[in-house]
């Protein structure tokens, strides 16, 4: 599956002349598209608005959002996670999905609608929306950074930039003022890291692991997203083959270069009809050099939801969630 940070989207060709007008006619928020740089302090101003420094340069944001909304799922789960109300209705991404991934707070998410926003951007919910702010992690696209100030005051972002995700879920927090329910997170998820690394340790488990995919008669063993860096803080051994910046793309002839894999996590969508996870790897039943690799002989093949992949605080938390099931009897 491509990744994001390549994919480009396009506006809905049946967009009517009335809500173009509206958009175009929408307050802007002063983003800067031209600018570039981190966050920085923010300046509170009598009228209950906050100017921040964003990737994109300077912006106003309300002080205290009520109906903010989040671009793609990940934003979403970030205003969650920082505790800002939000807009009635809110993006999922098409592809499988046909609600809220199912990790995320299902609590905060009652009585919100969710319409598809992904990877055709659809302004026309995003406007009807009526949100008061926008989180907007798809700071690749210019086109997004350009028109959503347009609907409402937005702070932009790359949350595909290769860097840690908490990078730049940091970053938010203080844009939003919302350092506080940062760190209860960071300080959640740390607690759970350790008591996993501490029950490994104990229990003597100590496998070679690595996020592994299949699509288009290709296996590609890859530290994109969010698995590795749940490896890497349960202390784990990554499979050499993730190494190279692209990973590692094998034809089907090749399989055997996997045998030092002891556990192998993959990421799906849900069928569209189900819901369910299927076997990403069922393709290659009939194949020889797959069966006779030792994780699947023996089974160690974590199957989880393809949205935990892309950086948030409920996809790392839930991935990790993944690990332990997985490793831990």
Excluded at 89 to 101: D, K, N, V, W
Excluded at 114 to 124: A, D, K, Q, V
Excluded at 249 to 259: K, S
Excluded at 295 to 308: G, I, K, R, S
Aim: aromatic share 10%; glycine share 10%.
């Amino acid at each position: 599956m491509t990744t994001r940070t390549t994919r480009r989207s396009t506006l809905l060709a049946t967009a009517s002349a009335a809500t173009l007008a509206l958009l175009l006619g929408a307050c802007a928020s002063g983003t800067d598209a031209g600018d570039s740089g981190g966050t920085s302090g923010a300046d509170t101003n009598d009228a209950g608005t906050r100017t921040v420094q964003s990737a994109f340069g300077e912006t106003t944001i309300p002080a205290d959002p009520q109906a903010a909304l989040g671009v793609y799922t990940t934003d979403l789960d970030m205003l969650i996670t920082l505790g800002i109300p939000l807009a009635g209705s809110q993006p999922i991404r098409s592809q499988g999905y046909t609600t809220f991934p199912s990790f995320f707070d299902q609590d905060a998410l009652a009585g919100i609608k969710s319409f598809e926003n992904f990877p055709e951007y659809n302004y026309e919910e995003i406007l009807a929306a009526q949100p008061d702010v926008i989180l907007n992690g798809l700071g690749y696209d210019d086109e997004l950074v350009t028109k959503l100030p347009d609907i409402a005051p937005t702070y932009s972002f790359n949350g595909f930039d290769g860097r840690d995700w908490r990078e730049s879920f940091a970053e938010v927090a203080e844009a939003f003022d919302r350092v506080e329910e940062h760190d209860a997170w960071t300080a959640r998820y740390q607690a759970k890291v350790d008591d996993v690394k501490a029950r490994l340790a104990e229990a003597g488990i100590d496998p070679v692991v690595a996020p592994v995919g299949y699509g288009d008669g290709e296996i590609i063993v890859s530290c994109y997203g969010t698995p590795c860096l749940v490896f890497k803080d349960l202390g784990l051994k990554i499979s050499p083959l993730v190494e190279p910046e692209e990973g590692t793309t094998l034809g089907t002839e090749q399989l055997e270069q996997l045998a030092g894999i002891d556990w192998a996590f993959t990421s799906t969508a849900p069928d569209e009809k189900t819901g369910e996870l299927d076997d990403p790897f069922a393709e290659l039943a009939g194949n020889g050099l797959w069966a006779a690799l030792p994780f699947v002989t023996n089974q160690n093949v974590a199957v989880h939801d393809l949205e935990m992949v892309y950086g948030s605080p409920s996809g790392q938390y839930a991935f990790l969630e993944v690990v332990e099931k997985a490793l831990l009897p």
